[in-house]
Nanobody, 124 residues
């Protein structure tokens, strides 16, 4: 079982990106799913969470700009990011923890599956 992220890259401030996280070997519908980011030398920041009941959570730093969603048919979650800022620059990771009800947002590193991360750079 694994998670693989796609969609990172470089964008100018104010731009948009959509990250994808494809799950294989398990069905993510019954898991708590999250996106976290990390800047080298700094701690992990959880930016968004999505539960199996479709409830969503966001950090204050991204609320109103980022949207987490799930495509069950594709076994994929997404993070749509708008109005990106230089401080959004980080490696973004997706993670899954099951069962969904056992993980309370903001999550911890104690998730069952982690992707390897994708780099997002916001710079002019």
């Amino acid at each position: 079982a694994q998670l693989v992220e796609f969609g990172g890259g470089s964008v100018q401030p104010g731009g948009s990106l959509r990250l994808s996280c494809v799950a294989s070997g398990f069905v993510l519908n019954s898991y708590a799913m999250g996106w976290a980011r990390q800047v080298p030398g700094k701690g992990l920041e959880w930016v968004s969470g999505l539960y199996s009941d479709h409830s969503t959570y966001y950090s204050d730093s991204v609320k109103g700009r980022f949207t987490i969603s799930r495509d069950s048919a594709e076994n994929t979650i997404y993070l749509q990011m708008h109005n990106l800022k230089p401080e959004d620059t980080a490696v973004y990771y997706c993670a899954a923890g099951g069962p969904s009800s056992c993980h309370r947002y903001p999550f911890t590193r104690d998730m069952d599956y982690w992707g390897k991360g994708t780099l997002v750079t916001v710079s002019s």
